[in-house]
């Protein structure tokens, strides 16, 4: 997430062409032509002993004997140059550099030079960058671009070339266009931070093989995606396709489940990719959801009506009043509805006058209006009269508007025509509502990610209690825990199992039937078979003495047959008494090589194949980020209705959920826990067969997960002046109704000194921005006083840090009615701590003038006060070598 000389390589102000070349082919001639040809305003400066000038340019034979130190520079030698050349560009006080090609053995050294002297790398094996917006085309592409509002950013080089093609047929412009090649420095997460503060991208797209780190990307996309719509197509769904690519990715629900995590939306394959392109180089943002379909025939119409339900889209609803002008508009035996079927005799006026009316009504949020060729419908006259309609229409701007020409020959220009006046076209209906359908699942999931989790009810964790039980089985040697074995572990975090009693042999497991009662579930218990339900299988419901004799008998008979050598220690009896019908989940947790732990909700079977018949999601879980894993699950087949006695109750499952995702989260010896089967009656879980693997962990625990969890082990119990204990603790994303409740009983004055305007209101989008934090980027602790039953903010104290974690920005703000306590001094100086401990190097602060108590805590604790007098504001600056103590 670094942006340190990020500038260089983006907007750089001088460029050097380490062998810049007369000959036509050669990868410096390339590389000058391109640069000479986009307009570059800046000095070109081409490196090479064999010639005077290259295009008319002066050239230098070496490095060293530039005039100046560039900006970037660009080697376009023969790749066995690639080290030594770098070594004089740092020598010489370049900031950047794009490597095109250069072998997997020189990768490190490479990487070794550029961190010796800072120097910012693209590359190698890159295609280069594009920037329209500065006249910038560093690139080996053969093909110019145009000036647009999308950045696009790709892992390969082919598949740049193939958008930069498709792009110029449409005249479809880029604000940025940059090939990664092998990410060997700059990767994606450094480019999210950086285009999400560039002013000329309104929206990205991303083509990925590959990632570096996992946790990075997360964090760079979640803190993106709330300001500009990302989107992503990943290859190698595929073990076949990985291969291929030279990636191993793993499973690829995983790639979703850390794409939803992060925001951003996920697209099939390149025609949606294509699609995306357009929709978002036009498509006004949209506010809502609901769709009206105009057309001048029925099955184009339904076309786009099977599309738009076939991935959950909606309808708008015309009121009557609607309905009724509609049918005095049109003439008789003109349907009126939505889809809205104007006949294959649609003049212009008709369009126009339905298109008025409709965004008149403001019954929908979003129109696509159809076109199908016609001898009496004339298409390029419709598209002109409804352009000037559009554009003198008052809600004009404010509604999402999609043009559908059917058609290649007669309809190029009513395309061309929509494309002018910056309205979004497609071909086909279901291009038009495939490209509208990623607008509208892009807000959906942007609107989950800001829901305020519920409070699960009081959950138990006894971290310490898991830890010592993990670390006792480590210590004598034992990796594999069945289910009793696991029991205890469960149990320290609210988990249960049901009751086991162990038998020697068969005849033994009857009897101990016989004395809990009927049903029962038999299993196997053998250090020798990882998985017991995957080799035996789990016997359910056995009802007598016999049935459990013989069952007993199979099991042991087939493990003999299929495992000779495997030890039986005994069988496990465990009482099925009020589980009959009950439905047979599993939940697994395995951990994946980028994205560290995932967690897995399917159905139970023998025959479980992960990528197909499981939904996935990230730890850590709350309890909406776990009842979306269950819906997910639901929606996708992945758990089926059955016909259990009593329905699955969603928010239970939800609960059990965020249980194993505290477990695991605690838990670094945890390497794999599955649940198999789970049994599910209504509100009642039952753990029946769990196996849990584990493996010796050192460093950092929090490392190894994609995302940072909650920081426990930052609360602190704190007693203010007036001998009252509260809590200092990080934000939580479950906070945002007591963070609602604080602000309400902070002054207007208070306020304006915190936000530097006036405040009315607080929305739900801007108090999910304040409690759902990234831990990683951010900090806020909050001061929690408990009343009676309930809790209350008192105080909070925030911290934001920049991309290259140098410098943040923090903030104080205490309950107007509870000044003088001491609180905001000592919440600021745990701030301080914190920041100092994470790295920072300085934390900044503005306020105002008039705001005595702030700049009088300033200086006590150490910062620097700068009184600006011309902008009315007092700057606050403490550097974090400096202990406050």
Known sequence: MSQRGLEALLRPKSIAVIGASVKPGRAGHFMMRNLLAGGF?????????????????????????????????????????????????????????????????????????????????????????????????????????????????????????????????????????????????????????????????????????????????????????????????????????????????????????????????????????????????????????????????????????????????????????????????????VGHGNPLDLKDDATPQRYVGCLNLLLASHELDALMIIHAPSAVAPGTASAERIIDAIAAHSRGKQVTLLTNWCGEYSSQAARRAFTQAGIPTWRTPEGTITAF????????????????????????????????????????????????????????????????????????????????????????????????????????????????????????????????????????????????????????????????????????????????????????????????????????????????????????????LVQVSNLVVDCPTIQRLDIHPLLAAGSDFTLLDVTMELAPFSGDSEARLAIRPYPQQLEESVTLKDEQCCLFRPILPEDEPLLREFIAQVTQEDLYYRYFSEINEFTHEDLANMTQIDYDREMAFVAVRQRQESSEIIGVTRAISDADNIDAEFSVLVRSDLKGLGMGRRLLEKMIRYTRDHGLQQLNGITMQHNRGMITLARKLGFGVDVQLDEGIVSLNLPLHKDIS
């Open 437 to 656: 359908m990623h607008l509208v699942e892009y807000r959906r999931n942007q609107k989950q990610l800001r829901e305020t989790p519920a409070l699960p009810a009081s959950l138990t964790q006894d971290s310490a209690q898991a830890h010592l039980l993990l670390s006792q089985a480590l210590e004598r040697g034992v990796t594999s825990l069945d289910t009793h074995e696991v029991q205890p572990i469960l149990q320290a975090y609210g988990l249960a199992t049901l009751p086991t009693w162990i038998a020697s042999d068969s005849s033994e497991a009857a009897a101990v039937a016989d004395r809990i009662g009927y049903p029962v579930a038999l299993k196997l218990r053998s250090p020798d078979i990882a998985h017991k339900s995957e080799v035996q299988g789990v016997m359910l419901y056995l009802r007598s003495a016999a049935e459990v004799q013989q069952a007993a008998e199979a099991i042991v008979d087939r493990v003999r047959q299929t495992l000779p050598q495997a030890r039986i220690d005994g069988l496990l009896v465990q009482s099925m008494a009020n589980r009959a019908g009950a439905q047979e989940l599993r939940v697994v947790v395995q951990q994946h090589a980028l994205f560290g732990p995932i967690i897995l909700l399917g159905e139970g079977g023998v025959e479980w194949q992960a990528d197909k018949q499981a939904s996935v999601a990230l730890p850590p879980l709350n309890m909406t980020l776990a009842r979306y894993l269950v819906i997910q699950a639901i929606k996708s087949g992945k758990i089926r209705s059955r016909s259990a006695l009593a329905a699955l109750d969603i928010a239970a499952l939800s609960q059990l």
């Open 41 to 333: 305003s800046g000095p070109v400066l081409p490196v090479t002993p064999k010639y005077q000038a290259v295009n008319g340019v002066l050239a230098w034979p070496t490095i060293a004997s530039l005039p100046f130190a560039p900006d970037l520079a660009v080697i376009c030698t023969h790749a066995k140059r690639n080290l030594e050349l770098l070594l004089q560009l740092g020598e010489k006080g370049c900031k950047a550099c794009i490597i095109l090609s250069a072998p997997a053995s020189q990768l490190e050294a490479l990487k070794t030079c550029a961190a010796q002297w800072q120097i910012r790398l693209l590359g190698p094996n890159s295609l280069g960058l594009l920037a329209p917006w500065q006249g910038l085309n560093a690139s080996f592409s053969p093909v110019p671009i145009e000036k647009g509002r999308i950045a696009f950013i790709s892992q390969s080089a082919a598949v740049s070339n193939t958008i930069l093609d498709w792009a110029q047929q449409r005249n479809l412009g880029f604000s940025w266009f940059i090939a990664l090649g092998d990410s060997l420095d700059t990767d994606v997460d450094d480019l999210l931070d950086f285009l999400a503060r560039d002013g000329k991208t309104s929206a990205i797209l991303l083509y990925l093989e590959h990632l570096s780190d996992a946790r990075r990307f997360v964090s760079a996309s979640r803190s993106a995606s709330r300001n500009k719509p990302i989107l992503v197509i990943k290859s190698g769904r595929s073990h076949q396709a990985q291969a291929l690519l030279g990636t191993h990715s793993g499973l690829d629900a995983a790639w979703d489940a850390a794409i939803q995590r992060a925001g951003l939306l996920r697209v099939q394959d390149t025609h949606e990719l294509f699609s995306a392109v357009e929709s978002l180089s036009h498509m006004r943002p949209l506010r809502g959801e609901r769709l009206m379909i105009i057309s001048n025939g029925a099955a184009p119409a339904a076309l786009a009506l099977d599309a738009l339900y076939a991935r959950n889209g909606k309808l708008a609803t015309l009121s009557d009043e609607t309905l009724a002008a509609l049918d005095r508009m049109l003439p008789e035996g």
